[in-house]
Antibody, heavy 118, light 108 residues
Framework: QVTLRESGPALVKPTQTLTLTCTFS??????????VSWIRQPPGKALEWLAL???????YYSTSLKTRLTISKDTSKNQVVLTMTNMDPVDTATYYC??????????WGQGTLVTVSS | DIQMTQSPSSLSASVGDRVTITCQAS??????LNWYQQKPGKAPKLLIY???NLETGVPSRFSGSGSGTDFTFTISSLQPEDIATYYC??????????FGPGTKVDIK
């Protein structure tokens, strides 16, 4: 059974760095072809893909946010970590991690709401 | 970057109605398109992959079609549990993924 769960702070201040952890089970990120992504969704708005890391430790980022994002993995802990620097109120969103299936996302975490406010 | 549009942005239909949502890509994306359902307060769920393939366990009243720049998502007979927002998502230029703005479906 595949599960993913996001964890991290619910509230961050403007200019701070956000660190989110995705802890997963039911698959291994060391398996060839396996990938995990992060996607966010501001309240009442659409989904936005942020970053992907694959089994070979290759990393890919949203064109518009790549200067602020870092994705990494700890295969032994079944975790993927996303950091986003210089947080702003417009970054207030629910952040999801998900497993990639081909060109899509077949398993999602429940999401974690991050509010950026002083 | 490839841009995705959806229409309508929202719709209201009766139980049993046929519901159709369209998604358009800003350039040819072949069949590299997925559809998701997102119920309020929940994570999205993959329904259709590669434009027309039904994900395992998804009811057959859901279907997708299209290729190139124009795609269609259909619910053949709307059920109360289908109230949700539906998103298309392209993956023509992997590993960059783009979602459409969503279509909110509710019951009339």
């Amino acid at each position: 059974q595949v599960t993913l769960r996001e964890s991290g702070p619910a509230l961050v201040k403007p200019t701070q760095t956000l660190t989110l952890t995705c802890t997963f089970s039911g698959f291994s990120l060391s398996t060839s072809g396996m990938c995990v992504s992060w996607i966010r969704q501001p309240p009442g708005k659409a989904l936005e893909w942020l970053a992907l890391i694959d089994w070979d430790d290759d990393k890919y980022y949203s064109t518009s946010l790549k200067t602020r994002l870092t994705i990494s993995k700890d295969t032994s802990k079944n975790q993927v970590v996303l950091t986003m620097t210089n947080m702003d109120p417009v970054d207030t969103a629910t952040y999801y991690c998900e497993r990639n299936k081909g060109g899509g996302f077949d398993y999602w975490g429940q999401g974690t709401l991050v509010t950026v406010s002083s | 970057d490839i841009q995705m549009t959806q229409s309508p942005s929202s719709l209201s239909a009766s139980v049993g109605d046929r519901v159709t949502i369209t998604c358009q890509a800003s350039q040819d994306i072949s069949n590299y398109l997925n559809w998701y359902q997102q119920k309020p307060g929940k994570a999205p769920k993959l329904l259709i992959y590669d434009a027309s393939n039904l994900e395992t366990g998804v009811p057959s009243r859901f279907s997708g079609s299209g290729s190139g720049t124009d795609f269609t998502f259909t619910i053949s007979s709307l059920q109360p549990e289908d109230i949700a927002t539906y998103y298309c998502q392209q993956y023509d230029n992997l590993p960059i993924f783009t979602f459409g703005p969503g279509t909110k479906v509710d019951i009339k």
